[in-house]
């Protein structure tokens, strides 16, 4: 498994994951510059601080003694890279084994320079929303999220009023894009064509979402969303799916519990008159006048049959 490339900017030292973005390729920054990604050769580290506080280790110590976590070197967990000394490290690792550095990688995508807007070409940059980084068009303020926190500033409280000061403060755009025939987006990460989702199903909101990397949101478009949730819209729509999956339910249950017909699919032909039955093509049983059958009883049994 190809290990995780952390690297900082060189101007304001915020963090970015360039694992995906070929070595030297020019990275946005938030603070307005960008950097070349670098992919160093990780190498294993010197067990000098725990990962999970920081706090200095004694020699061949198997326990922090602050936070009590258990010191190990599990060489499946090592796939990420110290940006700073370019040590291994676990990914869910707090701290740098061997420099102490904190590790706290945006949860922004990072982009290379020069990607434009898939919805109007325009320039994109990086800016705050709350505490959390979304990449912005300067043209017509479209803004792209990470599916992580797209997720989370509809879910949390705090995250909602933090994302709505910051909307509220924020500039009109220089260019509106005018209303044209709906057309699908390219991702900004991957290219790939996004799909187009009506938000919570219910709310009206047809946002362009790509299922591995995060939500594109035209402009004023968060502000309906948060307007939609702020209003219990996303209550509403739970309930309306438990509602729908309890009729599917109820709808099988009774299918379920219905008594079985008499298939007349599987019944022979009716005889002609003066003639007997004859099983042709259908591989049921005969019955003629001159054989001695019982058509009565016949009859009967195939209805039982049916019922049963």
Known sequence: MSPRFLDACPACSRQYDVSHLDAGTRVLC???GSFAARHHQPHDPRVLRCGGCGGNLKAAARVCEYCRAEITLDEKRLDSVCPSCF???????RYCMECGLEFTPQSVTALPAGTRCPRCQGELKIRALGETSVIECRSCAGMW???TDFERVCSDADEQERAARALGGASPPAHVVPEVPIRYLPCPQCQQMMYRRNYASCSGII????NKHGVWLDHRELERVLQFVAAGGLDKARTRELEEIERKRAALRSEQAAPRGLDFGTLPPIAPLGGGWHSGSWGGPRWSRG?????GSWLVLRVLKGLF
């Open 207 to 210: 946002l362009d979402v790509c």
């Open 30 to 32: 938030e603070c307005g």
């Open 145 to 147: 999220l990470s599916s």
């Open 87 to 93: 040590a291994r490290a676990m990914s869910d690792a």
């Open 291 to 295: 054989s001695g059958g019982n058509l």
